[in-house]
């Protein structure tokens, strides 16, 4: 699909949502570009919330949110073991597999 869309010169990530793939928990180096991700949104949102406390542009503004859908490596299939997650604790027990669904497979 990003083939596809890079074709037609547009940004793929416009209509894809944007997906780290973490092989190696957090020593994998796609964890450590999604951390980066994370944490750039994160003061993203804090920068927001500054604004969204001025009553004109609480209006204006639509609030942010770091969530992130979480799913189950190779092999797998049908929605099972998937998972949302909001904070990057909730996100490393499950790639380190110290998860309670993960820690039982």
Same mark, same amino acid.
């Given at each position: 699909? *990003?083939?596809?869309?890079?074709? #037609?010169?547009? &940004?793929?990530?416009? $209509? !894809? %949502?944007?997906?780290?793939? =973490?092989?190696?928990?957090?020593?994998?180096?796609?964890?450590? +570009?999604? #951390?980066? $991700?994370? &944490?750039? *949104?994160?003061?993203? =949102? @804090?920068?927001?919330?500054?604004?969204?406390?001025? %009553?004109?542009?609480? @209006?204006?503004? @639509?609030?942010?949110? &770091?969530?992130? =859908?979480? +799913? %189950?490596?190779?092999?797998?299939?049908?929605? *099972?073991?998937?998972?949302?997650?909001?904070?990057?604790?909730? =996100?490393?027990? !499950? !790639?380190? &597999?110290?998860? %309670? $669904?993960?820690?039982?497979?």
């Amino acid at each position: 699909m *990003r083939s596809y869309y890079e074709a #037609l010169k547009e &940004n793929p990530f416009k $209509y !894809i %949502p944007l997906t780290f793939h =973490i092989q190696k928990g957090t020593e994998d180096e796609e964890f450590k +570009k999604f #951390l980066e $991700y994370f &944490n750039k *949104r994160v003061e993203d =949102i @804090k920068e927001q919330e500054k604004l969204r406390k001025n %009553p004109e542009m609480n @209006k204006k503004i @639509k609030k942010l949110r &770091n969530i992130w =859908i979480i +799913k %189950p490596g190779e092999m797998t299939n049908c929605g *099972r073991g998937i998972q949302v997650c909001q904070t990057l604790e909730e =996100i490393m027990a !499950i !790639i380190s &597999n110290t998860s %309670p $669904y993960y820690a039982n497979k």
